[in-house]
């Protein structure tokens, strides 16, 4: 499932997205009166082959399906070759079973485009980039030439009576600032006490920074969570990808130190040459020590996205008959995290995420699925769907959207699968069951006589048919919950309940026999959520895909606060009120601080024009 704990899990986004784009991710869970007797076990032969499904997708040799790993490209064959074998017609590119497209996976530095040179009393002292500096994306491309000013921690917080910037001009200026915030290991600090408050965010500095309108930032190690020997610096993209619109550097502490003692920051008599120093100052008197340094520095910075290709595996079932044009799509994303650490709970930990349960168990399903269907004719068709670059975003069900194998508006239902691999710990929470008028009486019948342990969720549920959702599709998405394992290198198939997973593809079965029978198409209805106090809702769906600054919006929903204010499909949010909006990551944070009611201004940028429209934010809606 979607994750990036590298800048921030989307999974803990979603109970702020989810309002957002209007697609809920909550469970308000309610089981379904018990059925009369056990559930059918399969048959120990049918969870043999699942579990050997499950257990070399999730082998080592496929090094976690991650993107631009051999092991994705084997996961793909694989499905493949049961679609081949199940008799399935190739629902890609000119009959074959592949849909290709590219994504996105890293940022590069472009090394000749970037450079941290500073010339001091003594001369100029040219940094090594990626040993002595590393140039951030979180900023973005640009170049500056200018005096540097140091900038204490930049901090701008007037109501904790503490501001780096007062009385000082740093426009047009290079600032050089220290990392996280003063009094870190003082319980009675104003900057919430030892833990971190939002003025050691990235974000939070950067905003702050481009109020002061200062050509570049350079951010040095702080000498409390960063220890001598481990001066480290992050990877180009580890505080996010889209960039802020200023040139923004990270320098290690020690070649920072190498400056000081030619240019120290003054206190009173005090000559301050280390980090440590300063810090221990500011820690002390809690007075800012922001002044021009008497140098100068040349510097510029250029990104690259690195793309790798991927491809959905698609796998079509024909049918027969006066319904036989009608789709139901049966799908699962296949991708993982690779090696990490994009999307891992450990990203310090460089190890294979087998991704036994994130989702080898959904990828067997709809294998399994496509064994026994294809055996006989149904009177609807069936489209099977190995998804890729769930984990970076649904991009793969975003793209099978925009590029259907079957007309979308002769798709009747989504299934989907992901993570079914603990049935036996919490059994299925069954997402989407009241997404269509006729699916609470059609999940009784596919249940009669059989005790599954189903707890139908209220909710739509985050993962590859929430787009369909969002397409007035009818959907069913089938989950087993969440565990300590995921996204960690302990996701293993030695994790897994394979009978379990038998016996949610078993009920799975049911459900799908029963709406291919089905006299008439599923009725699509929206779902009823319950208000949240104090969450705001801006009715939007975002492009995950969206390059560059800002954060893309994909569709806008009707009668909704963006839609009313004029906001439209293909705008980019640049600015919400004050905040600049970078990324998807900055949006919990911006609106968090808005309530129902609230008028704010989005800037937006529209083909090649800059928009502002003014929003105002309710709370979320009782019906979508």
């Not at 074998?85 to 996976?105: H, N």
């Not at 020590?289 to 790798?308: H, M, N, R, W, Y």
Request: charged fraction near 25%.
């Amino acid at each position: 499932m979607v994750s990036n704990t590298r800048t921030m899990n989307l999974r803990l986004l979603a109970p702020l997205l989810c309002y957002v784009a209007g697609v809920p991710l909550i469970a308000q869970q309610t089981a379904p009166p018990p059925a009369a007797a056990p559930a059918v076990k399969a048959p120990d032969a049918v969870v043999k082959r699942i579990g050997d499904d499950i257990r070399y997708l999730a082998s080592d040799e496929l090094e976690g399906r991650g993107p631009q790993t051999k092991g994705l490209e084997l996961a793909a064959k694989y499905m493949e070759e049961v679609f081949v074998e199940a008799g399935l017609v190739g629902g890609g590119v000119d009959g074959t079973y592949r849909k290709p497209f590219e994504i996105a996976v890293d940022t590069q530095v472009s090394e000749k485009d970037t450079k941290l040179i500073f010339k001091t009393k003594n001369g100029v002292i040219q940094l090594e980039a990626g040993k002595d500096f590393q140039a951030l994306a979180a900023g973005g491309n640009g170049k500056a030439n200018a005096e540097v000013v140091f900038v204490g921690y930049g901090i701008n917080a007037p109501k904790l009576n503490y501001d780096d910037y007062e009385g000082i001009d740093v426009e047009g200026k290079i600032v050089v600032l220290i990392r996280r915030e003063p009094q870190q290991d003082d319980e009675t600090s104003v900057f919430d006490g030892k833990r971190t408050s939002q003025h050691s965010f990235i974000r939070t500095k950067l905003e702050a920074v481009k109020k002061s309108k200062a050509a570049a930032i350079v951010m040095v190690n702080d000498p409390h969570s960063t220890h001598e020997k481990q001066d480290e610096l992050s990877r180009p993209a580890g505080f996010g990808s889209r960039g802020a619109g200023i040139p923004f550097f990270h320098m290690t502490k020690q070649r920072f130190n190498d400056l000081l003692a030619q240019h120290p920051v003054k206190a009173g008599d005090k000559e301050l040459k280390t980090v440590k120093a300063i810090s221990d100052e500011i820690d002390t008197e809690l007075q800012p020590l922001s002044q021009p340094l008497d140098i100068t520095a040349d510097v510029g910075c250029k990104f690259e996205e690195v793309k790798a290709g991927v491809s959905n595996v698609i796998g079509i079932l024909e049918a027969e008959g006066p319904m036989a044009e009608e789709t139901i799509i049966v799908g699962a994303h296949y991708d993982h995290l690779g090696m990490g650490p994009f999307g891992s709970r450990r990203p310090d930990e460089r190890a294979v995420h087998n991704g036994a349960d994130d989702n080898a168990t959904g990828t067997a399903a709809v294998m399994e699925l496509a064994r026994r269907l294809s055996a006989t004719r149904l009177k609807r068709r069936i489209v099977f769907i190995g998804f890729t670059a769930e984990e970076r975003g649904i991009l793969g069900s975003n793209h099978y959207l925009e590029n259907p194998a079957i007309p979308l508006d002769q798709t009747v239902a989504m299934i989907n699968f992901d993570m079914i691999g603990m049935y036996g710990k919490q059994g299925i929470t069954l997402g989407g069951a009241n997404t269509a008028k006729e699916f609470p009486d059609l999940l009784a019948r596919a249940t009669d006589g059989n005790d599954f342990n189903v707890k139908q969720s209220q909710s739509v549920g985050g993962s590859d048919h929430a787009g369909f959702y969002n397409k007035d599709i009818p959907i069913m998405f089938f989950h087993t919950g969440l565990t300590d394992l995921y996204h960690t290198p302990d996701d293993d198939f030695e994790t897994i309940d394979v009978e379990g997973a038998a016996t949610t593809i078993d009920l799975a079965e049911r459900v799908i026999r029963e709406i291919a029978e089905l006299p008439e198409r599923p009725s699509f209805t929206k779902v009823s959520q319950r208000r949240r106090r104090g969450m705001v809702y801006l009715g939007v769906t975002l492009d995950f895909e969206n390059a560059g600054n800002g954060v893309g919006i994909q569709e806008v929903a009707p009668n909704s606060p963006a839609s009313k204010a004029g906001v439209q499909p293909g705008d980019v949010i640049l600015k919400i009120g004050d905040s600049d909006v970078a990324s998807v990551q900055d949006l919990p944070g911006i609106l968090r601080q808005r309530k129902p009611g609230d008028e704010v201004d989005v800037l937006v940028k529209r083909a090649d024009k800059d928009v502002t429209v003014t929003v105002k934010l309710t709370g979320p809606p009782r019906n979508r």
